[in-house]
């Protein structure tokens, strides 16, 4: 059974800061990894998307990382801003059985201005 | 597009009541997903639906919980009958294949 933990839980840092949040999962057969973030009150929005044959994803300051082996992945953001603040969450489906986003619980990240 | 669509965005209900939440996916998402989320337990994944048809629904909680998707346009989750345990945040989301997924902004149950 997939397992997906981000750690860590909760982060803060001072504007400017380049930061990097982290992504395990227990079953490396998957068949993506995603980046989402989430704005409270609000749903998810997704970030990035790394397909299993990928080793990185860009969207501007943002950078997903993979490795499949060992089962991780890490969000990078430069430059980091107060409107970056929210929690994220990545999710992997397994190639096993059904196709399944597994969510971590998330990093609760507040940038400082 | 319009994204994923959710409705009601908030209802509170009465212990026992049935509860009807309702989900218009993205034109053309041939994938379909119902997840929950509470403070305790996260992001939960109810159901999904491919084309239409339910594929997964071994995180459904119970027999109170049903979902459906008559056609590819709409889903609803059915909570009958509904307990203060179901209060917590559903969210729909909908993908193209196996790429990225949209979310609902969520509908707000608190049944008391």
């Known amino acids: 059974k997939q397992e997906v933990t981000q750690i860590p839980a909760a982060l803060s840092v001072p504007e400017g800061e380049n930061l990097v949040l982290n992504c395990s999962f227990t079953?490396?057969?998957?068949?993506?990894l995603q980046w989402f973030r989430q704005d409270p009150g609000k749903g998810l929005t997704s970030l990035l998307l790394?397909?299993?044959?990928?080793r990185e994803q860009t969207s501007g300051r943002l950078n997903a990382s993979l490795d499949k082996s060992s089962g991780r992945s890490t969000l990078y953001i430069a430059a980091s801003q107060p409107g970056d603040s929210a929690t994220y969450l990545c999710?992997?489906?397994?190639?096993?059985?059904?196709?399944?986003?597994?969510f971590g619980t998330g990093t609760r990240l507040k940038v400082l201005a | 597009d319009a994204g994923v669509i959710q409705s009601p965005r908030h209802e509170v209900t009465e212990m026992g009541q049935e509860v009807t939440l309702r989900c218009k996916p993205i034109?053309?998402?041939?994938?379909l997903f119902w997840y929950r989320q509470t403070m305790m337990r996260g992001l939960e994944l109810l159901i999904y639906?491919?084309?239409?048809?339910?594929?997964?629904d071994s995180g459904m909680p119970e027999d109170r919980f049903s979902a459906k998707m008559p056609n590819a346009s709409f889903s609803t989750l059915k909570i009958q009958p509904s307990e203060p345990r179901d209060s917590a945040v559903y969210f729909c989301?909908?993908?193209?294949?196996?790429?990225?997924?949209?979310f609902g902004e969520g509908s707000w149950l608190t049944v008391v």
């Open positions: 079953d490396s057969a998957i068949y993506n």
């Open positions: 989301a909908s993908s193209l294949g196996r790429g990225f997924v949209y």
């Open positions: 034109s053309g998402h041939d994938y």
């Open positions: 790394i397909q299993s044959s990928q």
């Open positions: 999710a992997a489906p397994p190639t096993s059985g059904t196709y399944k986003y597994i």
């Open positions: 639906f491919n084309n239409n048809v339910p594929i997964d």
